[in-house]
């Protein structure tokens, strides 16, 4: 499971930055494509119990079923996969969060707020390349092998299931912290690295593994409510900033230094603009203005359709609802209407900010090109009794 | 931190199973500073099944705490949530008194969302409308919930501004069923609350 962590400064000083594996090392997979565990193993009673997740997965009302998002994703996953492409079922899940997962058994969970964090198809890749790693190199049956070693048998698979999926169950704050012990550091670090040597022979950017982190500590630092931390598990897993360094610095020994400008993959950032609205509607619902205004500036900096990408500052702008900011909204969305085809939610939320300033005429405008734009609106009942109020 | 959590979670499991209930009789009934007329009986639940419920907060119920709801967050005031956010982290939105029906409806979504617990449910409103609350005027919507490990949820939610105070009804109920075989006698018991006092 990828999952931003953050620790204190202080305690970063403190953790190696040594580099695991020299540059020119060779990882390599430790299952062939195709593979299935041997009947009567341990491994087999694991996948069995995956298998059932699996189907809860699948029946999730989360689950997203537009076909050209999942056809984006599974694209992806194939060419970072190569010859273990088929070994894949890939389930894009509809969640603001950044976080991929990976099952034993080859089952992978694609955030949507991971999409919406990727700036390029490369960082999308760094992230499923890391999850095949920690699939090929069998760390699931690993971490499940050392965790036996301390408990008893009987809850040994539902403990192991949880580790190794991150299932939400009722108890969701205990699943939370078991997830964090899911995968030892020198997994991850493995995984680290043999995900990014699998997104550079994909024909990936491979410094595309760690800028993604890089984007993510710069959200975490712009937010107002940080995540949690780690606390008990910080010491034996490695933060973002520590892997964001590693991975530079062995990616730069030996791939070389990345293309001087970053260039966005047109076709993420066609991603981008055709799902925009959806996946910054469950950002906006988050109510974490920090994140999100980061994440705009990052959207803008890349080229998400301006206009959408001033209607979601109007929003931020509005609902975060500082002293000065129905202004900024209300600047925000007439950049989204000069920047051409706009929301109508951009019409209709300036009614609203000129009724709250009293400015009426601007609002009975904007309401009714609104209803212009949107003539099906469900809300329509309401905008008609503040144009009918104004006409009494 | 996330020991709190745990502790919180696990208590409030452990509290669900001991939450008491006491019958709501048909007739006119007055919750906190609103008055309500169900038609059939309800039961109230106790604080202890909604932990994250502010205080003045109550929760009736027809089967269940998971099958249907009934909530009235009555004086919720400016620059509060409608949610309590017992450890500061679920970045509730906060109610503001100037705020407008598209900005009402919003706070109801989010703050939906944050409850089934933030990234585990996908809230939707629709429909939003005015409607008057005795001699307040306020707004109706409908809302529904797809919720990532339960049934999902459909409902009808209220809210009026007096005295830059809000006052919120929610109806949420499961579906396929439960939703449907008590949204007449909610939404009556929505769309008839008003306050007991004169403003």
């Not at chain 1, 539902?158 to 190794?164: F, P």
């Not at chain 1, 043999?194 to 984007?215: K, S």
């Not at chain 2, 994250?52 to 099958?67: E, H, I, K, P």
């Not at chain 2, 967050?73 to 509730?92: H, S, W």
Request: proline residues 5%; negative net charge; charged residues 25%.
């Amino acid at each position: 499971m990828l999952r931003l962590r953050v620790i204190p400064a202080v305690v970063l000083t403190a953790l190696p930055l040594a580099l695991p594996v020299a540059a020119q090392e060779v990882l390599e997979h430790k299952i062939p494509p195709g593979y299935q565990p041997e009947q009567n193993h341990d491994e087999k009673g694991l996948w069995l119990e995956v298998e059932e997740y699996e189907k809860a997965v699948r029946e999730s009302a989360l689950l997203v079923e537009d076909p050209e998002i999942n056809n984006y994703v599974d694209s992806i996953v194939c060419r970072v996969a190569g010859d273990y492409c088929r070994d894949f079922r890939v389930y894009v899940i509809r969640n603001p969060g950044f976080n991929a997962s990976m099952t034993p058994t080859g089952m992978m969970q694609v955030w949507t707020g991971l999409l919406l964090r990727a700036q390029t198809s490369d960082e999308v890749a760094a992230v499923i390349g890391h999850e095949i790693a920690h699939y090929t190199r069998l760390h699931s049956l690993e971490r499940l092998r050392s965790v036996r070693k301390g408990m008893a048998a009987g809850t040994l698979f539902d403990l192991g299931l949880t580790i190794l999926t991150g299932v939400q169950s009722p108890f969701g704050q205990a699943a939370a912290m078991l997830n964090l012990l899911s995968f030892s550091r020198a997994q991850e670090q493995e995984a680290d690295l043999l995900g990014a040597q699998m997104v550079a022979e994909a024909a990936y950017d491979p410094h595309a593994t760690y800028r993604i982190w890089e984007n993510l500590l710069a959200e975490e630092e712009a937010a107002v409510v940080k995540r949690e931390e780690p606390g008990l598990f910080s010491q034996t897993h490695p933060d973002a900033e520590v892997r964001a360094n590693q991975l530079e610095d062995w990616v730069a020994a030996r791939y070389g230094p990345p293309d001087a400008e970053l260039w966005a993959s047109d076709r993420h950032l066609e991603f981008l603009n055709r799902n925009y609205m959806t996946l910054m509607e469950d950002q906006i619902d988050t109510n974490r203005f920090g994140r999100t205004q980061a994440l705009l500036e990052r959207h803008s900096a890349i080229g998400v359709e301006p206009a959408l990408v001033h209607f979601f500052y109007g929003e931020m702008f509005r609902q975060r609802a500082q002293e000065g900011d129905d202004q900024r909204a209300i600047d925000a969305y007439r950049h989204s209407i000069e920047d051409g085809q706009p929301p109508p939610g951009s019409y209709k939320n300036l009614g609203y900010l000129y009724l709250k300033s009293g400015e009426n005429g601007l609002a009975q405008e904007n309401f009714r090109r609104y209803l212009e734009l949107a003539p099906d609106a469900s809300d329509r009942a309401m905008i008609e009794f503040y144009l009918e109020e104004d006409d009494t | 931190m996330i020991y709190r959590r745990i502790l919180l979670v696990l208590t409030a499991y452990m509290l669900h199973g001991c939450v008491a209930y006491s019958l709501v009789e048909p007739g006119t009934v007055e919750v906190g500073e609103l008055q309500v007329s169900p038609e059939s009986a309800w039961s109230r639940a106790s604080s202890a099944a909604f932990p994250f419920a502010r205080s003045g907060t109550t929760v009736w119920t027809q089967d269940g705490l998971t099958l249907n709801r009934l909530m009235f967050i009555p004086a919720v005031p400016d620059g509060e949530p409608i949610f309590k956010d017992r450890e500061g982290q679920m970045a509730l939105p906060k109610f503001r008194a100037t705020m407008l029906p598209n900005e009402l409806e919003e706070l109801t979504a989010s703050s939906l969302g944050k409850m089934f617990g933030e990234g585990n449910a996908v809230v939707q409103t629709a429909n939003l409308r005015p409607h008057r609350y005795g001699d307040d005027r306020g707004i109706l919507l409908d809302v529904q919930a797809a919720v990532t490990d339960g049934p999902d949820y459909k409902g009808l939610a209220g809210a009026f501004v007096v005295k830059d105070e809000l006052y919120v009804m929610l109806y949420l109920a499961a579906v396929p069923y439960y939703y449907e075989k008590d949204l007449s006698e909610a939404e009556t018991i929505i769309k008839g609350a008003h306050l007991t006092t004169l403003n």
